[in-house]
Protein backbone atom coordinates (compact mmCIF):
# COMPACT_ATOMS: atom_id res chain seq x y z
CA UNK A 1 0.00 0.00 0.00
CA UNK A 2 1.33 3.45 -1.09
CA UNK A 3 2.27 5.77 1.62
CA UNK A 4 1.37 9.42 1.60
CA UNK A 5 3.27 11.50 -0.74
CA UNK A 6 4.60 15.21 -0.37
CA UNK A 7 6.17 16.71 -2.58
CA UNK A 8 8.99 18.75 -2.91
CA UNK A 9 11.15 17.50 -0.46
CA UNK A 10 13.22 20.69 -0.19
CA UNK A 11 12.71 24.29 -1.01
CA UNK A 12 14.85 27.29 -0.35
CA UNK A 13 12.82 30.77 -1.38
CA UNK A 14 13.52 34.36 -0.72
CA UNK A 15 11.42 36.59 1.76
CA UNK A 16 7.81 37.46 0.33
CA UNK A 17 8.47 35.28 -2.16
CA UNK A 18 5.03 32.60 -2.65
CA UNK A 19 5.48 28.54 -2.01
CA UNK A 20 3.22 25.43 -2.68
CA UNK A 21 3.19 22.05 -1.89
CA UNK A 22 1.52 19.42 -2.61
CA UNK A 23 0.10 16.08 -1.12
CA UNK A 24 -1.44 13.05 -2.12
CA UNK A 25 -2.89 10.48 0.91
CA UNK A 26 -3.50 6.65 1.13
CA UNK A 27 -6.12 5.73 -1.01
CA UNK A 28 -9.34 5.99 0.37
CA UNK A 29 -8.37 8.08 3.47
CA UNK A 30 -10.92 10.93 3.93
CA UNK A 31 -9.34 12.96 6.36
CA UNK A 32 -6.21 15.06 5.66
CA UNK A 33 -3.79 17.37 7.89
CA UNK A 34 -1.46 19.82 7.57
CA UNK A 35 1.30 20.03 10.18
CA UNK A 36 4.38 22.51 10.97
CA UNK A 37 6.76 21.53 12.47
CA UNK A 38 9.02 24.86 13.64
CA UNK A 39 12.95 23.27 14.22
CA UNK A 40 12.96 21.47 17.72
CA UNK A 41 8.90 21.96 18.67
CA UNK A 42 6.63 19.20 18.06
CA UNK A 43 4.20 19.35 15.30
CA UNK A 44 1.42 21.63 15.23
CA UNK A 45 -1.85 21.70 13.23
CA UNK A 46 -2.44 24.01 10.85
CA UNK A 47 -5.54 22.96 8.72
CA UNK A 48 -7.50 19.50 8.82
CA UNK A 49 -9.80 18.33 6.22
CA UNK A 50 -12.65 15.75 6.17
CA UNK A 51 -13.22 15.17 2.15
CA UNK A 52 -13.20 18.23 0.44
CA UNK A 53 -14.48 20.12 3.54
CA UNK A 54 -12.37 21.98 6.00
CA UNK A 55 -13.34 20.59 9.70
CA UNK A 56 -9.73 22.64 11.39
CA UNK A 57 -8.49 25.94 10.55
CA UNK A 58 -8.09 27.75 13.61
CA UNK A 59 -4.10 27.82 13.60
CA UNK A 60 -3.82 28.50 10.04
CA UNK A 61 -2.60 32.28 9.55
CA UNK A 62 -4.99 32.94 6.67
CA UNK A 63 -3.36 36.08 5.90
CA UNK A 64 -0.81 34.47 3.98
CA UNK A 65 -1.52 30.49 4.21
CA UNK A 66 -3.77 29.07 2.08
CA UNK A 67 -5.30 25.46 1.89
CA UNK A 68 -7.30 23.38 -0.22
CA UNK A 69 -8.51 19.90 -1.03
CA UNK A 70 -10.71 20.51 -4.48
CA UNK A 71 -11.89 16.66 -5.19
CA UNK A 72 -11.56 15.21 -2.14
CA UNK A 73 -8.44 13.21 -3.02
CA UNK A 74 -4.76 15.38 -3.27
CA UNK A 75 -4.30 18.97 -1.61
CA UNK A 76 -1.97 21.97 -1.62
CA UNK A 77 -0.50 24.02 0.87
CA UNK A 78 0.12 27.44 -0.08
CA UNK A 79 2.32 30.68 1.66
CA UNK A 80 1.84 34.06 0.12
CA UNK A 81 4.21 35.98 0.68
CA UNK A 82 6.32 33.85 2.76
CA UNK A 83 8.10 35.09 5.72
CA UNK A 84 11.25 34.38 7.76
CA UNK A 85 9.52 32.52 10.51
CA UNK A 86 7.70 30.19 7.85
CA UNK A 87 11.01 28.30 7.82
CA UNK A 88 9.64 24.92 9.17
CA UNK A 89 8.94 21.26 8.18
CA UNK A 90 5.28 20.83 6.58
CA UNK A 91 4.27 17.69 7.27
CA UNK A 92 0.94 16.30 5.60
CA UNK A 93 -0.74 13.29 7.07
CA UNK A 94 -4.23 11.22 6.47
CA UNK A 95 -6.35 8.92 8.59
CA UNK A 96 -9.72 7.10 7.47
CA UNK A 97 -11.93 9.78 9.09
CA UNK A 98 -11.27 12.16 11.78
CA UNK A 99 -12.37 10.00 14.62
CA UNK A 100 -10.55 7.33 16.26
CA UNK A 101 -8.58 6.30 13.13
CA UNK A 102 -4.85 6.05 13.01
CA UNK A 103 -2.75 8.96 10.90
CA UNK A 104 0.21 8.45 8.42
CA UNK A 105 2.60 11.09 7.89
CA UNK A 106 3.96 11.54 4.66
CA UNK A 107 7.91 12.51 4.55
CA UNK A 108 7.93 15.87 4.43
CA UNK A 109 8.63 19.37 2.76
CA UNK A 110 11.49 21.06 4.51
CA UNK A 111 11.14 24.50 3.49
CA UNK A 112 14.23 27.58 4.29
CA UNK A 113 13.29 31.14 3.88
CA UNK A 114 15.99 33.51 3.24
CA UNK B 1 -7.32 22.54 23.90
CA UNK B 2 -5.76 19.24 25.22
CA UNK B 3 -2.47 19.39 26.82
CA UNK B 4 0.46 17.35 26.13
CA UNK B 5 3.47 16.73 28.32
CA UNK B 6 6.24 13.87 27.16
CA UNK B 7 9.16 13.37 30.02
CA UNK B 8 12.06 13.62 29.99
CA UNK B 9 12.86 16.04 27.20
CA UNK B 10 16.31 14.59 26.59
CA UNK B 11 17.28 10.98 27.58
CA UNK B 12 21.12 9.60 26.50
CA UNK B 13 21.96 5.93 26.87
CA UNK B 14 24.39 3.40 26.48
CA UNK B 15 23.51 0.53 23.96
CA UNK B 16 21.95 -2.07 25.24
CA UNK B 17 20.23 0.12 28.23
CA UNK B 18 16.26 0.15 28.42
CA UNK B 19 14.31 3.21 29.31
CA UNK B 20 10.79 4.71 29.53
CA UNK B 21 8.99 7.17 28.16
CA UNK B 22 5.87 9.28 29.27
CA UNK B 23 3.25 10.68 27.76
CA UNK B 24 0.37 12.98 30.74
CA UNK B 25 -2.49 14.64 28.76
CA UNK B 26 -5.21 16.98 30.26
CA UNK B 27 -8.43 15.16 29.22
CA UNK B 28 -10.24 11.94 27.34
CA UNK B 29 -8.85 10.92 24.51
CA UNK B 30 -9.91 8.40 21.71
CA UNK B 31 -6.56 8.13 19.91
CA UNK B 32 -3.29 8.02 21.03
CA UNK B 33 -0.44 7.41 18.97
CA UNK B 34 3.44 7.07 19.41
CA UNK B 35 6.18 8.39 16.95
CA UNK B 36 9.66 8.10 16.20
CA UNK B 37 10.88 10.94 13.95
CA UNK B 38 13.90 9.86 11.96
CA UNK B 39 17.07 11.96 11.31
CA UNK B 40 15.34 12.88 7.98
CA UNK B 41 12.07 14.36 9.48
CA UNK B 42 9.61 11.47 8.79
CA UNK B 43 7.00 10.45 11.54
CA UNK B 44 7.31 6.70 11.80
CA UNK B 45 4.16 5.39 13.39
CA UNK B 46 4.94 3.41 16.81
CA UNK B 47 2.03 2.47 18.42
CA UNK B 48 -1.74 3.28 17.78
CA UNK B 49 -2.98 2.74 21.53
CA UNK B 50 -6.03 4.78 22.83
CA UNK B 51 -6.01 2.29 25.42
CA UNK B 52 -4.00 -1.32 26.74
CA UNK B 53 -0.66 -2.90 26.28
CA UNK B 54 0.72 -3.43 22.76
CA UNK B 55 4.41 -5.03 21.98
CA UNK B 56 6.29 -4.98 19.03
CA UNK B 57 9.69 -6.41 19.32
CA UNK B 58 11.87 -4.36 21.66
CA UNK B 59 9.24 -1.81 22.03
CA UNK B 60 6.07 -1.73 23.76
CA UNK B 61 3.67 0.68 25.14
CA UNK B 62 0.72 1.16 27.51
CA UNK B 63 -1.73 3.54 27.97
CA UNK B 64 -4.11 4.05 30.90
CA UNK B 65 -6.64 6.28 29.95
CA UNK B 66 -8.33 6.62 33.13
CA UNK B 67 -5.33 8.31 34.57
CA UNK B 68 -4.25 10.16 31.32
CA UNK B 69 -0.82 8.78 30.74
CA UNK B 70 0.95 6.59 28.08
CA UNK B 71 4.17 5.15 28.69
CA UNK B 72 6.61 4.06 25.88
CA UNK B 73 9.40 1.46 27.00
CA UNK B 74 12.51 0.74 24.69
CA UNK B 75 14.22 -2.37 25.62
CA UNK B 76 18.06 -3.14 24.58
CA UNK B 77 18.05 0.10 23.13
CA UNK B 78 20.66 0.07 19.78
CA UNK B 79 21.57 3.12 18.02
CA UNK B 80 19.09 3.03 15.39
CA UNK B 81 17.02 3.96 18.21
CA UNK B 82 17.99 7.26 18.62
CA UNK B 83 15.52 10.22 17.15
CA UNK B 84 12.69 11.81 18.67
CA UNK B 85 10.04 10.12 20.16
CA UNK B 86 6.35 11.91 19.66
CA UNK B 87 3.55 11.19 21.41
CA UNK B 88 0.08 12.49 20.18
CA UNK B 89 -3.43 12.27 20.91
CA UNK B 90 -6.85 13.37 19.94
CA UNK B 91 -10.22 14.22 22.12
CA UNK B 92 -13.05 13.13 20.49
CA UNK B 93 -13.27 14.15 16.77
CA UNK B 94 -11.01 17.22 17.77
CA UNK B 95 -7.49 17.62 15.83
CA UNK B 96 -4.72 15.40 16.80
CA UNK B 97 -2.24 17.18 19.13
CA UNK B 98 1.37 16.58 19.95
CA UNK B 99 3.78 16.92 22.82
CA UNK B 100 6.91 18.39 22.64
CA UNK B 101 8.73 15.26 22.07
CA UNK B 102 11.91 13.49 24.28
CA UNK B 103 15.01 13.08 22.05
CA UNK B 104 16.99 9.90 22.57
CA UNK B 105 20.20 9.49 22.09
CA UNK B 106 22.05 6.26 22.15
CA UNK B 107 25.39 5.76 22.08
CA UNK B 108 27.59 2.34 20.78
Known amino acids: EAGVAQSPRYKIIEKRQSVAFWCNPI?????LYWYQQILGQGPKLLIQFQNNGVVDDSQLPKDRFSAERLKGVDSTLKIQPAKLEDSAVYLC????????????FGQGTRLTVV | GIQVEQSPPDLILQEGANSTLRCNFS?????LQWFHQNPWGQLINLFYIPSGTKQNGRLSATTVATERYSLLYISSSQTTDSGVYFCAVKASYGKLTFGQGTILTVHP
Open chain 2, 27 to 31: DSVNN
Open chain 1, 93 to 104: ASSLDSGNTEAF
Open chain 1, 27 to 31: SGHAT
